[in-house]
């Protein structure tokens, strides 16, 4: 790779950190070729990029991106074999994807660490913390539905109050006839 490859990398790389909230880190170093292919296309299909780059230009390009301090990053993650598992929708999704695919019998990739809105995970034992997490979208629908309760309750209790004053008018009424 010549340094002009090397360097649109980088940038490549740095404009990619700097859109997208949530990445995850990877260790495909075990995968045979037809795993990494397997991975690749259940990536694909559920809108995941996922790049195999040296550990090298990914620390250049988190530089370059200056979002965060990633020094700690650095030191735990990038070591060996890396993979980038880029999800500009969720940060639980590639969390999933790694979670069916070992289910399917499966045991690699590994992860080595998440970044998720500037948050970092460390380790493969985070994958249930990260399969946890909630999208936005889905926080929002938990905080109108919350919002949405004592309406929907006092609504419910003045309809349910107006028929059964009906239902005593009604009685009430049938008894003097």
Do not use: H, W
């Not at 936005?136 to 309809?159: C, T, W």
Request: hydrophobic fraction near 40%; charge should be positive.
């Amino acid at each position: 790779m010549t340094r002009e490859d090397k360097a649109q990398v980088i940038n490549d790389l740095a404009v990619k950190f700097s859109q997208v909230n949530f990445f995850y880190i990877t260790d495909s170093s075990g995968m045979t070729v037809a795993q990494v292919n397997k991975f690749r296309r259940l990536c694909f299909e559920k809108g995941i990029e996922y790049k195999v780059v040296k550990n090298t230009l990914i620390e250049k390009a988190l530089d370059k991106a200056n979002l965060a301090d990633y020094s700690e990053f650095y030191g735990k993650v990038l070591k060996g074999t890396s993979a980038i598992m880029f999800s500009p929708e969720s940060g639980k999704l590639p969390a999933q994807l790694l979670k069916s695919f070992r289910s399917k019998g499966e045991k690699l990739p590994l992860l080595k660490g998440a970044s998720i809105d500037g948050s970092f995970f460390y380790g493969d034992d985070s994958i249930s913390v990260l399969f946890k997490l909630k999208s936005k979208n889905e926080l929002i629908g938990d905080v109108i539905g919350l919002l949405q309760s004592p309406a929907k309750n006092v609504i419910s209790a003045l309809q349910s109050g107006g028929n059964k004053l009906a239902g005593i008018v009604k009685t009430l009424s049938e008894k003097n006839q």
